[in-house]
């Protein structure tokens, strides 16, 4: 590719051709050079599933592999998260809608209800121990708080340094953070929908193969307008969505009768 | 990486237990990438030629559509290349003591009565201090005018603009790579580009003048501590269907020799302006103990 634009510095201008892919966009194509990592492949099995308590669907909206998500579940509402191609790690944090320094703790949330996972009965708590969100629902053995989310930086610790422009869940969080307001201070230890964390007996921990499947899901009850955030984890290099970046489902709906529940605290 | 080389690779991985999913992150080790950080920096294999590889502080081949950021010590020198001559630098400059005295492009333009950067050229803060100066410049194109892309902009050029995405906007790039320097979305004010130039028509109109070709570089020396923020996007004026950007080379160094513009340096008296904006610079490292 060379141009012939007139340059007192260097003439003839030539350039060397940097290598392109097609990508598809929502109106057509995009030939571009950005190395965009990978998406789930054409052979994958999805299942979009439906919301998991009866109601009036409110709002429901897909997440593409590796983007990000945010949106307010009002107090009394319950969001379905879908699992739709199984295994795909949805981290997620939530703040209270109208004060975002209080914010979800992982920490207040295990201690409240002296255990390490999470699971069906679940209270979601902020770092004021409060409320934000109740597990209603769940399909899957124990969800995991303690893993963390990805990011560019702590991937160079994890693989090396050649992954540093690999994208991440930080930056998800960054991206959709902004949009309300919120920075770096306000990412903390988030929620990882249907990632697998293991402590074993000897302390040993880490991501793990998963045990959801396209199609599980998991139900959340807003206990205040809560603000919740989801990075659809883009990893390439860790179990965390089976090396398969599938979508995500979100459903919030008005349930037809009170929700009874099971909480530990 | 194409889709199926991914699900091979996926199918070779053993993460059933936290062991084995050790043993399997361990094993990716040592890899090399296109675009990467090199460390320590004196590993970098595309050390400049002028420069000792021990002096770096700063190595990195950014990807196309990717940041980059750095706090660089006052003195330091700061080389982008271009070696394909489809990199677009858009830079932002941060005084690093107190980010709020930051880049002020319509100063930097104004001052030195010269719209368009090059050699000499100082990056002017709206605090009538130099943050940076441009020392050498092979490419002559380079652009103050336009700053960087906005996703609304790149959704009207590309038909996308999502940051993960294969057009993500300069501006969301900037937007991450500030708040990993405790700056919010409002701190990204105007920025510069390198290696993409326009020019101003006699009717005002911008004429795209692109690129100098494959291999020139900008050298800047850090006039005071810096935050550096690199967005390696189209430049927004770039007429192309395609979303079009290379690799981007940054090497910075520091020696004993290199330091900040003094009066002993022909540049400190290029100009009224500039002279009395160098002694606003070394007025405030002075009181600041620099
Ligand atoms: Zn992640």
């Known amino acids: ?265 | 990486m194409l889709k199926e080389d991914w699900v091979a690779l996926a199918a070779d991985h053993s993460t059933d237990t936290v062991l084995n999913a050790r043993a399997d992150a361990r094993a990716q080790g040592g890899q090399v990438s296109d675009w990467m950080p090199y460390l320590p920096a004196s590993s970098s294999p595309f050390c400049p030629d002028d420069v000792a590889p021990d002096s770096l502080t700063w190595a990195e081949t950014v990807a196309p559509g990717g940041y980059t950021h750095k706090v660089l010590a006052r003195g330091t020198r700061l080389r982008l290349e271009d070696p394909t001559g489809e990199a677009c630098a858009h830079t932002l400059v941060y005084n690093a003591l107190e980010p709020t005295e930051r880049l002020n492009v319509a100063d930097t333009q104004k001052i030195p009565w010269q719209a368009y950067l090059g050699a000499g050229h100082p990056l002017l803060s709206g605090d009538g201090r130099v943050l940076a100066t441009i020392l050498t410049d092979t490419s002559g194109r380079h652009d103050a005018f336009c700053g960087t892309s906005t996703a609304a902009w790149n959704a009207l050029r590309y038909g996308t603009a999502l940051p993960e995405g294969p057009a993500p906007a300069g501006r969301d790039l900037f937007v991450k790579a500030a708040a990993k320097h405790g700056l919010g979305p409002a701190d990204v004010p105007p920025s510069v580009s390198f290696f993409q130039g326009v020019r101003v028509a006699s009717d005002g109109s911008f004429e795209w003048f692109g690129s100098s070709g494959a291999g020139t570089a900008v050298e800047l020396v850090a006039e005071l501590p810096l935050i550096v923020l690199i967005a390696n996007v189209p430049h927004p004026r770039d007429p192309r269907p395609e979303y079009v950007v290379g690799p981007l080379r940054v090497h910075a160094w520091r020696t004993p020799e290199t330091f900040p513009t003094t009066p002993a340096d022909e540049r400190f008296d290029a100009s009224p302006e500039v002279r009395r904006a160098y002694l606003n610079t070394l007025d405030y490292a002075e009181a600041r103990g620099l």
Not at chain 1, 1 to 20: A, E, G, H, L
Not at chain 1, 43 to 49: A, F, M, R, V
Not at chain 1, 220 to 231: F, G
């Open chain 1, 1 to 265: 590719m060379t141009t012939t634009i007139d340059n007192p510095v260097m003439m003839p201008v030539t350039t060397v051709p940097v290598p392109t892919t097609t990508y598809l966009t929502p109106d057509g194509q995009l030939i571009s050079s950005v190395p965009v990592g990978a998406s789930y492949a054409d052979n994958t099995h999805l299942e979009w599933g439906d919301p998991l308590v009866p109601g009036a669907v409110v709002l429901d909206e897909q997440v593409a592999p590796r983007a990000s998500w945010s949106g307010v579940v009002r107090a009394g509402q319950v969001l379905t998260i879908v699992d739709v191609g199984g295994n795909q790690s949805g981290d997620c944090l939530l703040y209270n809608a109208h004060h975002t320094d209080e914010r979800y703790s992982a920490q207040d949330t295990l201690a409240w209800q002296d255990n390490a996972y999470i699971r069906t009965g679940t209270v979601l708590r902020s770092n004021l121990g409060r409320a934000l969100m109740t597990v209603v629902e769940n399909e899957i053995d124990r969800q995991d708080t303690i893993g963390g989310a990805c990011s560019r930086e702590s991937n160079t610790l994890r693989y090396g340094h050649h992954v540093m422009y690999h994208h991440g869940c930080r930056e998800n969080f960054l991206t959709e953070g902004a949009k309300h307001g919120l920075g770096m201070r306000d990412i903390v230890s988030n929620i990882n929908w249907f990632m697998n964390v293991p402590v074993e007996e000897d302390g040993a921990l880490g991501i793990v193969d998963g045990m959801s499947a396209p199609g599980k899901r998991v139900a959340l009850r807003a206990e205040i307008d809560t603000l919740v955030l989801i990075s659809n984890c883009p990893q390439m290099n860790n179990p965390c969505n089976d090396f398969n970046p599938t979508p995500l489902r979100m459903i919030v709906s008005e349930p037809d009768t009170d929700l009874e529940y099971e909480a530990d605290s």
